[in-house]
């Protein structure tokens, strides 16, 4: 079994940068995607970005638009998700996904189906 927890989320200003953080426990070599979606309120859940768990190919929304990174730490079964220039509209619950399937879904990365496994959450809030 496979646990995600998120932490990272913040109140801040416009402008400023947040760094998430995903941590898995459990049969953490099951995992063969991760991600990040995010979901504003009275708004559907979107993907943010996904990484491959056994290199450093990584998909990002086109929404991000630069602003958003996605790494990975395996030696310590992180993901992390940077965000820079925060702007009001990033206002939204960050939630971390992993997909348990071994195969490629790099043509699929951005749909929540693909994720069997969701953390909680971590909430970023954006004033102006």
């Known amino acids: 079994q496979v646990r995600l927890v998120e932490s990272g989320g913040d109140s801040v200003q416009a402008g400023e940068s947040l760094k998430l953080s995903c941590k898995a426990s459990g049969s953490t070599s099951r995992i063969s995607y991760w991600a990040w979606f995010r979901q504003a309120p009275g708004k559907e859940r979107e993907a943010v970005a996904a990484i491959y768990a056994g290199s450093d190919t990584h998909y990002l929304g086109d929404f991000t638009q630069g602003r958003f990174m996605i790494s990975r730490d395996y030696a310590k079964r992180t993901i992390y998700l940077n965000i820079d220039n925060l702007k009001p509209e990033d206002t939204a619950r960050y939630y971390c996904?992993?997909?348990?399937?071994?195969?490629?879904?790099?043509?699929?990365?951005?749909?929540?189906?693909?994720?069997?496994?969701w953390g909680q959450g971590t909430q970023v809030t954006v004033s102006s």
């Open positions: 996904a992993a997909d348990l399937r071994f195969r490629d879904i790099g043509g699929s990365w951005w749909s929540q189906s693909e994720y069997a496994v």
